[in-house]
């Protein structure tokens, strides 16, 4: 069965990003810590086309992570951009060729043709809410899973209608103060994680759950 | 040098009790559900006088919590009781045989005589704020660790204030929706979180953390 799995960083106070988000400033202040336990790892490197890195037991982390994803789901915040897209001439953060390289579909209030990237990367815009961007995005995977992309807005639609089926939480030992909570609805009292594996690292505690609701 | 170590079990939406909190419901609404992983340990069980129980990852993590602590710090509403205390009468919601048996220091705005009650429990409300307390416990303890024992409101006073160098958090694959937060004050930004140990339990994650600031 094709699930879908979403994986975020996040602070131990709780917050996915930082307060003061915005175009130029995508993860808000300090957001950036929480991704820094990536940065130094070779298998991140050499996805961001860089030289070098380690090798500890995140890799393990990140590269199951990957694996059997064939679509991945975002949100229009993830995605970038403002209102009704203007000329159309933003195409996402990540340039010519993104690093998703599979069909990506972002839930948006606002239409907009398939835009075709290089390396294998597809946006398609979905205007139907939450289930219809699931649906195209399983039928896009051919039975491997779906990847949950955040932003955090998208992932706690997701969470709460109970449509999410594992959660790795990457739990940075850091403190943003402010910012997005990913875990803020008090609809998630009905919503029960069972411990799948703790994998403890050098910077960083992956957890991952099997969500069941 | 003689520790303050903190430890608390916290849901994963940041909560270590349940909203409506009160006199008959310390642990507020589903704040049981955070303490459930204890409740079937020999070790927990014998400390509360019950018959049998297991063994399991989480055993050795109780016991560690338990070593080379020489006195205990909590605040006025894990203590119980209101106000100017009254007649005297509350002593605690422990019964006469606390299950502390070392000196243990309140933090509150009401003068008390000492309680001494069986079993090598002492109870010693400290009017002079939290330095006043860790400084009487740090004597009383003479060498060993101080635990500080919550409620949340106090343990927050000594973590922003960077009094604590231990912190253990019992992370129960749970969500509270609302409650009391322990991690919800923008001046942890400023302390900083080391990872000492995690242990992967059955149904709770104990993580443990060295504090800097």
Redesign the interface.
């Known amino acids: 069965m094709s699930m879908l799995r979403y994986s975020v960083s996040i602070s131990?106070?709780?917050f996915v990003a930082g307060a003061n988000q915005g175009p130029d400033h995508p993860l808000g202040d300090?957001g950036e810590r929480l991704h820094q336990w990536m940065r130094g790892l070779a298998v991140w490197r050499q996805q961001a086309g860089l030289e070098g890195g380690e090798t500890n037991a995140s890799t393990a982390v990140l590269e199951e992570e990957d694996r059997n994803i064939g679509a991945i789901i975002m949100g229009r915040n993830m995605f970038g951009g403002t209102g009704d897209w203007g000329d159309g001439s933003w195409r996402g953060w990540w340039g010519a060729n993104p690093p998703f390289h599979m069909p990506v579909f972002v839930v948006t209030h606002h239409a907009r043709p398939v835009l075709v990237m290089d390396g294998g990367t597809t946006f398609t815009f979905v205007e139907g809410g939450i289930l219809a961007a699931l649906d195209l995005a399983r039928e896009a995977a051919h039975g491997a899973d779906v990847a949950l992309s955040g932003g955090a807005g998208t992932a706690k639609q997701y969470l709460v209608a109970g449509l999410v089926d594992e959660v790795a939480?990457h739990?940075v030992?850091?403190?943003?103060?402010?910012g997005v909570r990913l875990?803020?609805?008090?609809?998630?009292?009905d919503?029960?994680?069972?411990?799948l594996r703790?994998v403890?690292a050098?910077?960083?505690?992956h957890?991952t759950?099997r969500v069941g609701s």
């Open positions: 131990l106070d709780g300090g939480l739990l030992p850091t403190f943003l103060g402010e875990f803020d609805d008090p609809r998630l009292r919503v029960s994680f069972e411990i703790v403890a050098p910077d960083v505690t957890l759950y």
